[in-house]
């Protein structure tokens, strides 16, 4: 596969992701829209990270991997609650978010977060994506670490926002790719 297909393929993915992130918490079936946007969002992040690879960096694919590692543990969490938790028993459900699965998932939102913190703070320099599009990917992105202390409202706006931001940048990789694949 070619690069420019390549960053095509991956900017519809996370495109994708972060349109069904915007709307996922006003759609019924909330648990399995937003399974669909973080498993969508893992396919196509990987895009983002190459398409800048030689401007950031190790540190760069340091912060992708992060981010990518923790989406996958936020899959795990949302295939659980679409799937498994509504057929257990509250009280199972409130224990195993207890014990280590919890601490898993709060692992996978850390990682997560660090990750795009970090991606945004390498990607700032090289301006290979829009800094406006990194900030909003970031800014809301960032409450997800209190998702459990604050308010839905809050959460839904930050989703919107980092949603935003994940279209934004997924626009211009589209763009970018299309630039690189017309003959010069």
Partial sequence: MQDNSLYRLGALL????????IVADILPGTALWNLAGVALG???????????RTAVGRPGLIAASFAQLGLIGIVGLLFAQAA?????????????????????????VILYVLGVLAFAATSWRPRVHPRPALALWA??????????ALPPWVMTVAEAIAGAGIVW???HLWRHAQAAAEPR
């Fill in 42 to 52: 893992i396919l196509g992040l990987p895009a983002l990270y190459l398409v800048q």
């Fill in 139 to 148: 800014i809301g992105t960032a409450p997800t670490v209190a998702a459990i």
């Fill in 84 to 108: 498994l938790f509504p057929e257990m028993d509250p009280k199972a459900v409130a224990a195993l978010t207890a014990g280590r699965a919890g601490m898993f998932i709060f692992a996978s």
């Fill in 14 to 21: 996370m495109g994708a992701s972060g349109l069904v992130n």
């Fill in 169 to 171: 940048l997924c626009a």
